[in-house]
């Protein structure tokens, strides 16, 4: 149920978007009163689901009937009036909305449209340990660290390298763009191409919370004793018991996780046909 569920590529190709988002937030917080701004905000809206963020701007913008600039501002056309999800998601997009930069918004408006980026490969630790490995271990200490510039430079050079082959291979293959994203002229087809932030995500699932020292805890507990005849067992004494707990979880995340690379919807067909999903992989375990 839960490799089913939770690891659908749906699923993973939501949360993949709205990391983005937050991790172009947090980057963005370069005081320390940004950050207070930001976290004081948030926490106001999970205490009480409210957020004070634009909250003036937001009503004065409802009274004079614009519902989606009150939403989302003066950037979002076309936002329908209300989500095809639940109150309480919407809210936390909204908030995410009013931090967010320009590429970080055209993510979040795309989860309420259900625009969602479209999976272009995928590596199982089940058939390339290694490989996987290499990639999950570097992302899970750049996690560690809440080193979040570190993990979006390497999500850019991954998507610069791929979006280089495809307009490479657009240009051997010239009819290539006309035919399966519908763009006739080629060189506006790369442009198109270059324009489109983010063009890829990468989701690497990590639960994992401890480094390898402090991969291992344990958890003490008093053991339940059985009743003889329905009485109090004689010996009160106080018996503690020992497990042992996977703090860091890395044999779960390796167990049940898969390294997906995501693409913008528009471009899946184009760029499934240009590229090979062992040459995607190959990008991003370089």
């Known amino acids: 149920m839960f490799r089913q569920v939770y690891w659908h590529h749906s699923v993973r190709a939501m949360k993949v978007m709205l990391a983005y988002a937050v991790r172009r937030i947090l980057i963005a917080l370069n005081t320390e009163e940004q950050q207070l701004h930001f976290w004081n905000a948030f926490k106001e809206f999970v205490l009480t689901g409210e957020s004070g963020i634009g909250s003036a701007e937001i009503n004065a913008r409802k009274h004079a009937g614009d519902e989606a600039s009150a939403l989302f501002g003066d950037s979002a056309t076309e936002v329908p009036e209300f989500a095809a999800i639940q109150g309480a998601d919407d809210s936390i997009l909204r908030l995410l909305w009013s931090f967010a930069d320009e590429s970080g918004k055209s993510v979040l408006d795309a989860i309420r449209k259900r625009r969602i980026y479209r999976r272009l490969a995928v590596l ?12 999950y271990d570097a992302f899970r200490t750049y996690r560690l660290d809440r080193n979040h ?19 490479e291979r657009c240009r051997i293959e010239p009819g290539a763009a006309a035919a399966y994203r519908g763009i006739v002229d080629l060189e506006t087809a790369i442009k198109q191409l270059e324009a489109t932030v983010p063009l890829i995500l990468v989701d690497v699932p990590v639960k994992a919370t401890a480094r390898a020292r402090e991969e291992k805890g344990s958890l003490w507990f008093l053991e339940e004793r059985a009743r003889a005849g329905g009485k109090a067992p004689k010996d009160l004494s106080l018996d503690f018991k020992r497990a042992s707990i996977d703090l860091g979880q890395k044999a779960f995340d390796l167990g049940v996780g898969k390294i997906r690379v995501f693409v913008a919807p528009e471009w899946r067909t184009l760029f499934t046909h240009l590229l090979s999903a062992e040459e995607v992989i190959s990008v991003i375990t370089a």
């Open 124 to 135: 199982s630790a089940d058939v390339e340990k290694q490989r996987y490995e290499e990639v």
């Open 149 to 167: 510039a570190a993990l979006e430079k390497q999500r850019e050079t991954w998507e610069r390298e791929i979006r280089r082959l495809v307009e």
